[in-house]
């Protein structure tokens, strides 16, 4: 009847967990990567520039020292050498600068070559000219200017920088172009592992409410069985008490029939024997002696055989409930405890009518309570009472004594559990309590039996 | 002498019989009735059924009680001797028969002879009585 229980697929958590780690890593990566090449990207970017910077004072440079060198020409005035000092250290940084930038690189280190080359040709005819004419040989310099050579050396370098320039542009479309790549990669890169992880998570969600599902029906079958359970323990118990309650039946049914055939039958032939004795002694007034002694022990015998007929039925029941009702029985019952113990019982007792059962219980339950009392209470004080009202008889036994703790109480004997069984099963209620030093008080109500006794 | 006029409140017969022909034989009796239950018995008495001297009622009859019989008559002032014999004489009902009037208490096993003299002793003085009147 058992539900098989759900096999816990043991591989199942570990491998989501992975999966999820898996996934935030690939975001974190792709974000890493992007960013990594974007910065390599403005980084060479940066670089790029510094060479075009580069490139562009050589030329600007040269055209210093082209002018500076015509200005001379022209008017002779040192003024316009000045710049000239300087151009050719500028123009050699500037190169060792673009070298330097340049020297892992195979397709432009030549082009950086060229242009300095050309340049320094540049720069030799722009001073060859310059000497020829602090020398004083106008004709050698005029004839240098008007050859094309200063043209052409310009041209020269002019090419070789657009060349180098040329390349440089083409690098910094293909770095732009790498950036916009490598950003619109990551880009798709987190939308793609964004995605994944929403699905995952989905995915997960999905798993977490079906183990709820799960759970819950689980918890719903076990309270199904505790409920079924509940209701077996609920009916086996009723069937306890009843089956309780007819064995008390049983058996007080049992003692009564036997008292009665005790009482009536033998008690009956044991009062004739004495009878007979009786008229025996009077019918031999001058026994003689050893007669007279058989009378005597007979008589004795009888009068044994009496005693334990009595004390019998009044074991099996005692014949003041049986005949006179249980009010006067509890008023003999008192008497004797009295009697025994002395302490005044203070009583206040109603006539009830009350079925063969319930007399018993109550009277039972009155007789153990003083019981105890007498055994263990050392009161002063004992009220009984028993009343009749709205259907049901009130039976109260309080006294004053020493009382007792709940703890105490596990050690209660089957008389108190069968009276407390025999009570609830006619439907009534007892209760007892107590503290040390508190007293003692027993409370308890029968039903009154509505019908033909 | 004129016997006892003794009605005998008992409900078995075993004992009943016994008892009459001992009172008849030993104390000077004539049992002029019985009943084994309380409602006849008052019945019997209160209708006047005759006159009688004396009532010997046991506690424990059929249906009700010898205590209910000694009630009824006390409450209908029926002059006459009332004494219980009964199995169950303890002292609580001692006292009880006493207040509801009983002139003596006899217990079945054990005081079977103190009651013959008794009977002995009322049928003489009946007799006496009789005798000052003749």
């Known amino acids: 009847m058992a539900t098989p229980t759900p096999r816990r697929k043991g591989w199942r958590t570990p491998l989501a967990v992975a999966l999820g780690s898996l996934l935030a890593l690939g975001v974190l990566s792709v974000a890493e990567w992007s960013y990594q090449k974007a910065v390599d990207s403005l980084g060479s970017l940066g670089t790029r520039a510094v060479a075009r910077t580069n490139i562009q004072t050589v030329m600007r440079r040269l055209l210093d020292a082209e002018s500076a060198q015509r200005g001379y020409v022209l008017t002779g005035r040192k003024e316009y050498l000045a710049p000239y000092a300087e151009v050719a250290s500028d123009i050699g940084s500037a190169v060792d600068t673009l070298r330097t930038l340049y020297q892992n690189d195979s397709e432009v280190t030549p082009l950086v070559a060229e242009v300095a080359t050309r340049a320094l040709e540049k720069l030799s005819e722009t001073s060859e000219t310059i000497s020829l004419y602090d020398a004083g040989s106008h004709d050698a310099w005029h004839n240098l200017m008007l050859t094309d050579i200063g043209r052409e050396k310009m041209e020269a370098v002019r090419k070789a920088a657009e060349t180098l320039l040329s390349v440089e542009d083409r690098r910094v479309a293909a770095e732009r172009a790498a950036v916009y790549r490598t950003l619109e990669l990551g880009r798709r890169g987190v939308s793609i592992t964004t995605l994944l992880s929403l699905l995952w998570f989905i995915f997960f969600l999905r798993k977490n409410a079906a183990l709820l599902a799960a759970q819950q029906a689980a918890a719903r079958d076990l309270q199904a069985e505790r409920d079924a359970l509940d209701v077996q323990v609920r009916l086996r118990t009723a069937e306890l008490a009843d089956l309780n309650r007819h064995l008390q039946e049983v058996r007080e049914h049992e003692r009564g029939n036997l008292a009665r055939s005790l009482h009536d039958e033998l008690g009956a032939l044991l009062t004739s024997a004495k009878l007979d004795l009786t008229r025996l002694r009077r019918a031999l007034p001058t026994p003689p002696p050893e007669v007279s002694e058989r009378m005597n022990h007979l008589s004795s015998t009888i009068d044994q055989g009496i005693g334990l007929k009595r004390r019998v039925i009044e074991e099996l029941m005692p014949s003041a409930l049986h005949n006179l009702g249980l009010r006067t029985a509890l008023e003999i019952l008192v008497g004797e405890f009295t009697q025994r113990t002395g302490l005044a019982v203070q009583m206040n007792l109603q006539d009830a009518e009350l079925d063969t059962p319930s007399r018993n219980t109550v009277f039972q339950l009155v007789q153990e309570s003083l019981s105890n009392v007498e055994r263990h209470a050392s009161a002063q004080q004992v009220r009984l009472s028993l009343l009749a009202s709205g259907g049901e008889v009130q039976v109260q036994i309080h006294d004053n004594g020493r009382g007792f703790s709940r703890d105490s109480l596990r050690e209660v004997g089957h008389v108190w559990k069968n009276l407390r069984h025999r009570i609830e099963a006619l439907g009534g209620k007892l209760s007892v309590a107590s503290a040390p030093g508190k007293g003692t008080e027993v409370d308890a109500t029968v039903p009154i039996p509505v019908g033909p006794l | ?134």
């Open chain 2, 1 to 134: 002498m004129s016997p006892l006029r003794t009605f005998i409140v008992e409900d078995s017969t075993i004992i009943l019989d016994n008892l009459v022909a001992t009172l008849e034989e030993l104390a000077d009796v004539r049992v002029v009735g019985s009943a084994p239950d309380e409602q006849s018995a008052i019945n019997w008495i209160c209708n006047g059924n005759g006159g009688f001297d004396l009532l010997i009622v046991d506690i424990f009859l059929k249906s009700g009680s010898g205590l209910g019989v000694l009630r009824a008559v006390q409450d209908a002032g029926v002059e006459v001797r009332r004494v219980v014999l009964t199995n169950y004489a303890t002292s609580d009902i001692r006292k009880r028969c006493a207040a509801l009037g009983a002139d003596r208490v006899f217990d079945k096993s054990g005081e079977l002879e103190d009651l013959i003299d008794y009977c002995s002793h009322m049928a003489g003085d009946s007799a006496q009585a009789l005798s000052v009147l003749n």
